[in-house]
Nanobody
Framework: QLQASGRGLVQAGGSLRLSCAAS????????MGWFRQAPGKEREFVGS????????YYINSVKGRFIISRDNAKNTVYLQMNSLKTEDTAVYYC???????????WGQGTLVTVSS
């Protein structure tokens, strides 16, 4: 129901934009999140955006570099990643929160590799 795209290999300092398109799920009324899992590490929360787009959260390590946005008309959420660092290398996932506190609908993940 969620399809993340935009995987790629980029040099440190570069930029990349990930998209999360929804099918059979309308995300316009849902809070959405981005997560990532680096090799050998647990999945971590990266940031989130409220259903209206008015409230956004980011973990400290990406603040000022990553921007989450959404286009509800396109049923899509974006993660713009700037000033990428090698430590940003991970599989990135988008997720939707359809009911309670937890994110319960997940995309399949897309790989981002940042080279030095």
């Amino acid at each position: 129901q969620l399809q993340a795209s935009g995987r790629g290999l980029v040099q440190a300092g570069g930029s990349l934009r990930l998209s999360c398109a929804a099918s059979r799920l309308t995300v316009s009324g849902l809070d959405m999140g981005w997560f990532r899992q680096a090799p050998g590490k647990e999945r971590e929360f990266v940031g989130s955006i409220s259903w209206s787009g008015g409230i956004k959260y980011y973990i400290n390590s990406v603040k000022g570099r990553f921007i989450i946005s959404r286009d509800n008309a396109k049923n899509t959420v974006y993660l713009q990643m700037n000033s990428l660092k090698t430590e940003d290398t991970a599989v990135y996932y988008c997720a939707a929160r359809t009911g309670g506190v937890s994110y319960d609908v997940w995309g399949q993940g897309t790989l981002v590799t940042v080279s030095s």
